[in-house]
């Protein structure tokens, strides 16, 4: 199993900035890719940002973003911490939501995670979410 803690949220003015952080621990030898998804009220969960980090040679895993996040937030990740990291800029109220963190452990094509890494079905692992909040 793979435990999963959110932290960074907060309410922050529009334009601002936060960085998420989800601490991974129990068997996180087994994950190979880790994603950032939300969830307003009233709405669908939707993935907003993934990361292959089984690609630890290469220095960094692939990332994909939603295409309104795109040039705005940064997936990141530190090995060494097992800690993947979610940095927003440019925040806008539209970005008001619950986050969430989450790990799939489940072996897969690794060529196939660029089609399916916003799906909820990827995933095993979920964390408890962390709140953001923007206002105008």
């Known amino acids: 199993q793979v435990q999963l803690v959110e932290s960074g949220g907060g309410s922050v003015q529009a334009g601002g900035s936060l960085r998420l952080s989800c601490a991974a621990s129990?068997?996180?030898?087994?994950?190979?890719?880790m994603g950032w998804f939300r969830q307003a009220p009233g709405k669908e969960r939707e993935g907003v940002a993934g990361?292959?980090?089984?690609?630890?040679?290469?220095?960094?895993?692939?990332?994909y973003y939603v295409d309104s996040v795109k040039g705005r937030f940064t997936i990141s990740q530190d090995n060494a911490k097992n800690t993947v990291y979610l940095q927003m800029n440019g925040l806008i109220p539209e970005d008001t939501a619950m986050y969430y963190c989450?790990?799939?452990?489940?072996?897969?094509?690794?060529?196939?995670?660029?089609?399916?890494?916003?799906?909820?079905?990827?995933?095993?692992?979920w964390g408890q979410g962390t709140q953001v909040t923007v206002s105008s």
């Open positions: 129990g068997a996180t030898h087994t994950s190979t890719c």
């Open positions: 990361i292959y980090i089984a690609d630890i040679n290469t220095g960094g895993g692939r990332t």
């Open positions: 989450a790990a799939t452990s489940t072996p897969f094509p690794p060529w196939t995670y660029g089609d399916t890494w916003y799906r909820r079905q990827r995933y095993d692992h």
